[in-house]
C-alpha cells in the first residue's frame, strides 16, 4: 500500500509593495508578504534544516547553524523535494535536493498575541476563518526520505524523511512565538501519506515527542495503514541501485551514493528499473519506529493527546484491485498485495466480505457497479482494501485513544468530488478542499473545480461546517466550539461503548452509529497479526 503526496492547493496572492511584515527567529529576521485579500501576512519557503546534499544526503536532518543580519525576504515557495516517481502532483513545481523549507501564513494584526497553530504535512497553504497560525511543511519523500539497507542502519539514517518532520516540528516549537504563534498549541494534521506521518509522530521513539505538539488530526492516513518490510526487502533494491549508479564496486557504497549526480540518481531510482521505483516507505528501525505500530498503540506506547481520526466512505476503490470478475482474481490479488497473509486468513477474510455487490464498496449503492463493465467482483475487492488500509485503522485508532481515556473524534466523509465517476464513490482525498473550505474553480494549474464549477449553497454549507469543526479542534482541542451557520449537531466524542461518527454528505449532515462491517473490521484490527502490514 502506497500513497502518492497529493495535489497542492494554491492561494493567489496580491503584491504589495509597502513596508512587509517581519518576523525575528533565532538565526535572524524574515520579510514576508502583506496579503490585503485575506488580511493576511504571508513568509513562505523558510529553511529549517541544512541542505541535505553531499555528504548530509541519505543522512537525518541537521539543525541550522548561521545566523544572519539584516532581512532575508520568505516570498517565494521553496523547491519541492524529489518524488518517488516522475509524474506525481509535484512534477509542476521545481524539484530539487534543497527542499527542507517550510510555510507561515498568520492573520494580519496580531502582534503580540499567541494563537494556536495548526501544521499541515504536506505541502499546502491553508486559509481559515479562526485565528490561527498556519504552517506546512517539506519533508523529503522517495529513496531521498526513505532509502533502507543494512548499511543505511548500520549509519542510523533510516527513517529520514519522518526525521525531517521532527526537524520542522523542532524549528516550529523554537521559532513560532515571533510569527504570533502559540508554542504550547501545536496541532499536526495531515491527509494519505501526512496523516499517516501524523500517526507516526505520535508513536516515535515510542510516544516521546511529548513537548512538540499537542493535538492530531489524521485525514485518511495512519500507522497502520503503511506496509513495513524488514532490511532484506529494501537490500534488494539498494543493491540494484548501486549497480546501476556504479558504486557496488566501492567499499563504502553509501558514500559513493552520495557522490552520484543528483539527475542520475533520481533517474535510476524512478525510471531506470521496475523493481526499485516506488514504493519507498518507513522501516521498523528500533528507534524512531520501536516495534511494529499496532504492538506500539495496544501497549500504550504512544502521546497521549486529543485527535481527528477519519476516514472517506470509499477509500477502496482508489487502491483495490480495480476490475475483477470472480473469486480466484480476488484472491490472487488479496494474497500478492498483502503477501503476509496465509491462505486461511485469506479465506477468513473472503467470507467476511462476501461476493455480494450490495454489500461492495461503493457502499450503499445495492447492485450498481457490478457486472461486465466494472467486473462482478470490484465491489467486494474494494470493500476489502478501503478497510485494510484505512477504514479499519481509523476505526482501530478510535477504539484505542477512547481505551486510554483521551478524547477522540471520528468521521466518515462520503462527498464526492465534482466529476468523479459515480462508480468510484466517495474516494481517497475527496475531503480535502471541504476541510480547507476552499471552493475555487481554479486550482493551480490543473483546471479542476472539486466542489464544482458552481459550487451551490449545500456544498458550501458542507465546507463551511468541516472546516469550522477542525478550525475550533486546533484553537481548543474540541471541534464544537466553533459559531456555526446552523444548527447543526454537536459532534461526540467516540467511545468504544457507544461509538459514533460524524457522517459528512451535502443534505445529510448527521451522527451515525460506528457499528457497520463489525465482524469484518474486527477481524482485520484484531485478529490478524501483523500479516496485513507485512
Ligand atoms: C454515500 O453517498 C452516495 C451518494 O453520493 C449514496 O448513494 C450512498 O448511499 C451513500 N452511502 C451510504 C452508505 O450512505
Ligand atoms: C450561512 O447561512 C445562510 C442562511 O442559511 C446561507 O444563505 C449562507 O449560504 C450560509 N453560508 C455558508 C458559508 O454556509
Ligand atoms: C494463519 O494466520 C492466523 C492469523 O495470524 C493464525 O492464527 C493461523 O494459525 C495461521 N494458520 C496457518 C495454517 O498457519
Known amino acids: 500500500m502506497r500513497f502518492t503526496f497529493c495535489a497542492v492547493l494554491a492561494v493567489a496572492v496580491g503584491l504589495v509593495n509597502a513596508s512587509p511584515p517581519t518576523a525575528m527567529t533565532e538565526k535572524g529576521i524574515y520579510a514576508g508578504e502583506h496579503l490585503p485579500t485575506f488580511n493576511q501576512d504571508m513568509f513562505i519557503g523558510i529553511r529549517y534544516a541544512q541542505v541535505p546534499t553531499g555528504s548530509l544526503r541519505f543522512r537525518p536532518p541537521q539543525p541550522l547553524t548561521k545566523s544572519w543580519s539584516g532581512q532575508k525576504t520568505a516570498v517565494n515557495y521553496g523547491n519541492s523535494c524529489y518524488s518517488s516517481e516522475p509524474n506525481t502532483d509535484n512534477r509542476f513545481i521545481k524539484q530539487s535536493e534543497d527542499c527542507l523549507t517550510l510555510n507561515i501564513v498568520r492573520p494580519s494584526g496580531y502582534e503580540g498575541h499567541k494563537l494556536p497553530v495548526g501544521v499541515w504535512i504536506l505541502q499546502q497553504s491553508v486559509e481559515g476563518g479562526t485565528p490561527i497560525v498556519a504552517v506546512s511543511i517539506n519533508y523529503r519523500v522517495g529513496p531521498l526520505g526513505f532509502l533502507a539497507s543494512e548499511e543505511v542502519q548500520k549509519e542510523g539514517s533510516l527513517n529520514n524523511g519522518l526525521k525531517d518532520q521532527v526537524a520542522a516540528l523542532i524549528w516550529i516549537k523554537q521559532n513560532i512565538?515571533?510569527?504570533?504563534?502559540?508554542?504550547?498549541?501545536?496541532?499536526?494534521?495531515?491527509?494519505?501519506?501526512?496523516?499517516?506521518?501524523?500517526?507516526?509522530?505520535?508513536?516515535?521513539?515510542?510516544?516521546?515527542?511529548?513537548?512538540?505538539?499537542?493535538?492530531?488530526?489524521?485525514?485518511?492516513?495512519?500507522?497502520?495503514?503503511?506496509?513495513?518490510?524488514?532490511?532484506?526487502?529494501?537490500?534488494?533494491?539498494?543493491?540494484?541501485?548501486?549497480?546501476?549508479?556504479?558504486?557496488?564496486?566501492?567499499?563504502?557504497?553509501?558514500?559513493?551514493?552520495?557522490?552520484?549526480?543528483?539527475?542520475?540518481?533520481?533517474?535510476?531510482?524512478?525510471?531506470?528499473?521496475?523493481?526499485?521505483?516506488?514504493?519507498?516507505?518507513?522501516?521498523?528501525?528500533?528507534?524512531?519506529?520501536?516495534?511494529?505500530?499496532?504492538?506500539?498503540?495496544?501497549?500504550g506506547k504512544f502521546m497521549k493527546i486529543p485527535i481527528i481520526s477519519g476516514a472517506n466512505m470509499d477509500e477502496g476503490t482508489s487502491f483495490g484491485p480495480g476490475r475483477v470478475t470472480n473469486t480466484d482474481e480476488v484472491t490472487d490479488w488479496l494474497s500478492t498485495t498483502y503477501a503476509g497473509l496465509n491462505s486461511s486468513t485469506v479465506q477468513k477474510i473472503l467470507t467476511l466480505y462476501p461476493d455480494d455487490p450490495s454489500k461492495g464498496s461503493p457502499f450503499g449503492t445495492g447492485d450498481l457497479y457490478s457486472g461486465p463493465i466494472y467486473g462482478r467482483q470490484f465491489k467486494r475487492g474494494s470493500a476489502i482494501s478501503g478497510d485494510i488500509a484505512l477504514i479499519g485503522p481509523r476505526r482501530l485508532t478510535c477504539e484505542v485513544w477512547d481505551e486510554a481515556g483521551i478524547d477522540v473524534y471520528s468521521y466518515n466523509w462520503n462527498q464526492s468530488d465534482y466529476g468523479i465517476p459515480d462508480f468510484i464513490g466517495t474516494t481517497h482525498f475527496q475531503e480535502v478542499v471541504y476541510v480547507f473550505d476552499n471552493p475555487s474553480t481554479s486550482f493551480f494549474q490543473s483546471g479542476t473545480a472539486p466542489m464544482g464549477p458552481d459550487p451551490t449553497g449545500s456544498k458550501k454549507s458542507l465546507a463551511h461546517l468541516i472546516s469550522r469543526f477542525f478550525m475550533s479542534f486546533i484553537a481548543t482541542g474540541d471541534p464544537n466550539n466553533a459559531k456555526q451557520n446552523g444548527t447543526y449537531p454537536k459532534w461526540p466524542k467516540y467511545s468504544c461503548k457507544n461509538p459514533k461518527n460524524y457522517y459528512f454528505r451535502e443534505d445529510d449532515i448527521r451522527i451515525e452509529d460506528d457499528d457497520w462491517r463489525k465482524e469484518a473490521i474486527s477481524f482485520l484490527n484484531y485478529g490478524v497479526d501483523h500479516q496485513l502490514l507485512t
Open 177 to 299: 512565538e515571533a510569527f504570533n504563534g502559540d508554542s504550547n498549541q501545536i496541532t499536526i494534521w495531515g491527509e494519505s501519506a501526512g496523516g499517516e506521518s501524523v500517526s507516526m509522530l505520535m508513536l516515535a521513539y515510542g510516544g516521546k515527542l511529548e513537548t512538540l505538539f499537542h493535538r492530531a488530526i489524521m485525514e485518511s492516513g495512519f500507522a497502520t495503514t503503511q506496509q513495513y518490510h524488514p532490511i532484506s526487502h529494501w537490500q534488494e533494491k539498494y543493491v540494484i541501485i548501486t549497480k546501476l549508479a556504479g558504486c557496488d564496486k566501492q567499499s563504502d557504497t553509501l558514500n559513493c551514493l552520495r557522490q552520484v549526480d543528483i539527475n542520475k540518481l533520481v533517474f535510476i531510482t524512478n525510471i531506470a528499473n521496475e523493481r526499485i521505483k516506488r514504493q519507498y516507505a518507513p522501516t521498523i528501525d528500533g528507534d524512531f519506529i520501536l516495534d511494529w505500530p499496532k504492538n506500539l498503540l495496544q501497549s
